[in-house]
C-alpha cells in the first residue's frame, strides 16, 4: 500500500494521522520533489510513520532533507517527547552515538596548502590510525577512561590534547553532565579503551578544504572565516566501538523493557521505555558516556590535525590560527525546552541523523554566536562540497531547531562497490585537484560520491524553508578516509 503524503507548502509533506490508527501525531517531511521521490525508493517514510506512534510524542515526527533509511528512525529522523509521559528509544539516536563533526579554521589560503595537500594527508595518516576496528595510540585503564567520559573534553586539554578555551565552541561544553560510567558495560569500555583517537571507517573523513563561497559575510566573519580560498578542515567521526557496544547493549535492555511496560511498538528496532523509568535513565547516562566519549575522541584527532600543520608549515598552529569554529553531534537524544502551541515544555528530543540549529539568543549557545544562532556543518562527500549554515527561528518553530547533517545516501555500500572501482573514483578525484587517501579500496568505493544525494539541494532545502541558513560552502582539497 503506498503511504498518502500531501503536500503542505512548499518543500513541506505531510502524511495525515488518518492514514495509522495509531498514529499520534501526523508525519512531517521536508524535501524538495527529487529529494522526496528518493526517500520512496527505501523504507524511509514508512520509518517516519513509525515515528509517530510512540508514547509521549509531540507535533509531529519529521524527517529532513537527507532522509534515507536507517535502523528505527530514518537517517535525518527527529521527533520530541514530553518529558512526563514520552519515552526513549536507542534507535531514534542510532549505533553510532554522537557520530559528529567539527570545523578548524586556518589563516591559511588554497595557494599556501595546494603544494603540500599531499604531504598533510600523509602527515595526518600517520598520526591518525583510520580503519575498521583500529585502535589508537592512547591505551586506557578502565578507571583513567571512566574518568575521561565523566569530565569529557576537559579532560583531554588536561593531558594537552587541544587547548585551553576549545570547548566553549562545542554542543555541550564537550562534556554531557550526566555521564555515568558505572551504566557502561565492561565489554564497551574494553573496545573504548584503545580507540581514542582514530577516525573508524565508514562515512567518516577527515578533509582539508578550501572555501568556494561565502553567502553571509557577516556571520562568517564571527565564525573567523573571511574570504573564498581561505582553508578549513572538517573531522567527521562518532563513538567508534564504545557507543556501538552501548547502543548494542541498551537495545537488549529496551527490548525487555516494552514488554515490561505493555509499550505497543510499530517495529522491534523501535524498542524503548517510559523516560521515567530506571532502564530509560540507565541509558541516557550510559548513551551521555557515549557522547563524551566522541567528543574527546575528536578532540585529539584535531590536536594531531594541528600537529600534522604545524610539521609541514614549520609554524604553531597558533600563528596559523587553527581555531575551532564549532564541534557538534548528530546522533542523540537531549532533554532542551521548546515552545509547543504556545507553551514552554521539557522535552527529550531525539535526533538520528541530524543537527540541532539553535537559532540566536539560546542560553546553550557560546557568548560570541548568541547574536548568529548555532553554527551547522552539513558534511557532503570527498568529492563534492560541505556547508556552513546557521540555526534560524524557523526552525525553532517547525523542525525543533534541527536540521539536515549531510548529503543522506541513496545506494548502499554493496551496491557502490558492486558499481565502482577504487582506482577509477581516485583518478576521477585526481583530476579535480582532490588527493584522496584512504585506508582501504573497499571503503573508497563504498564512499564513492555517486552514492550519495546532491548536497548543494540537501542545504537549499534547509536554507529555503529556513531551518538552516547558507554562510558558505567548501570544495575538498585532501581526504583522509577511514
Known amino acids: 500500500m503506498d503511504i498518502p503524503i500531501k503536500k503542505v507548502e512548499d518543500l513541506v509533506w505531510e502524511i495525515p494521522v488518518e492514514y495509522n490508527p495509531h498514529m499520534r501525531v501526523p508525519a512531517r517531511v521536508y524535501a524538495d520533489d527529487a529529494l522526496l521521490n528518493m526517500m520512496k525508493r527505501d523504507a524511509t517514510l514508512q520509518q517516519c510513520v513509525n515515528m509517530t506512534q510512540l508514547p509521549g510524542i509531540l507535533k509531529y515526527g519529521i524527517t529532513l532533507p537527507d532522509g534515507h533509511q536507517g ?17 526513549i528509544t536507542p534507535g531514534g539516536v542510532g549505533y553510532d552515538i554522537n557520530c559528529g563533526v567539527r570545523l578548524l579554521r586556518t589563516d591559511l589560503t588554497y595557494k599556501d596548502v595546494r603544494p603540500k595537500a ?18 589508537g595510540r592512547i591505551r586506557l585503564s578502565t578507571g583513567e577512561l571512566d574518568n575521561a567520559v565523566s569530565e569529557g573534553v576537559d579532560w583531554a586539554i588536561s593531558k594537552g590534547y587541544g587547548w585551553e ?14 555521564a555515568n560510567p558505572d551504566k557502561v558495560s565492561s565489554r564497551a ?29 557577516e556571520t562568517a566573519k564571527t565564525f573567523g572565516i573571511t574570504e573564498p580560498d581561505q582553508i ?3 573531522i567527521h567521526t562518532g563513538s567508534r566501538g564504545y557507543g556501538h557496544q552501548i547502543a548494542t547493549d541498551y537495545i537488549r535492555v529496551m527490548d525487555r523493557a516494552v514488554r515490561k511496560y505493555g509499550i505497543r511498538i510499530p517495529a522491534r528496532e523501535l524498542g524503548c521505555a517510559p523516560l521515567k523509568s530506571r532502564e530509560a535513565e540507565d541509558y541516557y547516562e550510559a ?6 566519549w566522541a567528543f574527546l575522541n575528536r578532540h585529539i584527532i584535531m590536536h594531531h590535525v594541528r600537529t600534522a600543520f604545524e610539521e609541514s608549515f614549520s609554524r604553531s598552529a597558533e600563528d596559523m590560527g587553527m581555531r575551532l569554529v564549532y564541534g557538534m553531534t548528530h546522533n542523540t537524544a537531549k532533554k532542551e525546552e521548546h515552545i509547543i502551541e504556545g507553551k514552554r515544555m521539557n522535552t527529550v528530543v531525539h535526533r538520528k541523523g541530524a543537527s540541532r540549529a539553535f537559532g540566536p539568543g539560546r542560553s546553550d549557545l557560546p557568548i560570541d554566536y548568541k547574536s548568529t544562532g548555532q553554527p551547522v556543518l552539513l558534511v557532503g562527500t570527498m568529492g563534492t562540497a560541505s556547508y556552513l549554515l546557521v540555526g534560524t527561528d524557523r526552525g525553532e518553530e517547525i523542525s525543533f531547531a534541527s536540521t539536515a547533517h549531510g548529503a543522506g545516501r541513496i545506494m548502499s555500500r554493496t551496491g557502490a562497490r558492486r558499481q565502482f572501482q577504487a582506482r577509477d573514483i581516485v583518478q576521477r578525484l585526481k583530476r579535480k585537484g582532490i588527493v584522496v587517501k584512504a585506508a582501504s579500496g573497499r571503503v573508497v568505493e563504498e564512499e564513492s560520491p555517486d552514492s550519495y544525494k546532491d548536497v548543494h539541494k540537501v542545504a537549499d532545502v534547509s536554507h529555503y524553508l529556513g531551518i538552516g541558513r547558507k554562510v558558505l560552502v567548501s570544495v575538498p582539497v585532501a581526504v583522509a578516509k577511514g
Open 71 to 87: 535502523y528505527g528512525f530514518p537517517i535525518g529522523g527527529v521527533a520530541a517527547f514530553d518529558a512526563e509521559e514520552g519515552i
Open 118 to 135: 599531499t604531504e598533510l594527508v600523509d602527515r595526518i595518516f600517520r598520526l591518525v590510525p583510520c580503519g575498521v576496528g583500529v585502535g
Open 165 to 178: 578555551g576549545d570547548s566553549e565552541h562545542m554542543e555541550e561544553g564537550g562534556c554531557m553532565k550526566e
Open 189 to 217: 569500555k574494553k573496545r573504548g579503551s584503545s580507540q581514542l583517537g582514530t577516525l573508524g571507517a565508514g562515512n567518516h573523513f577527515l578533509e582539508i578544504a578550501r572555501v568556494r563561497e561565502v553567502f553571509d559575510g
Open 232 to 234: 578549513v578542515v572538517w
Open 287 to 292: 548513551m551521555s558516556c557515549a557522547v563524551n
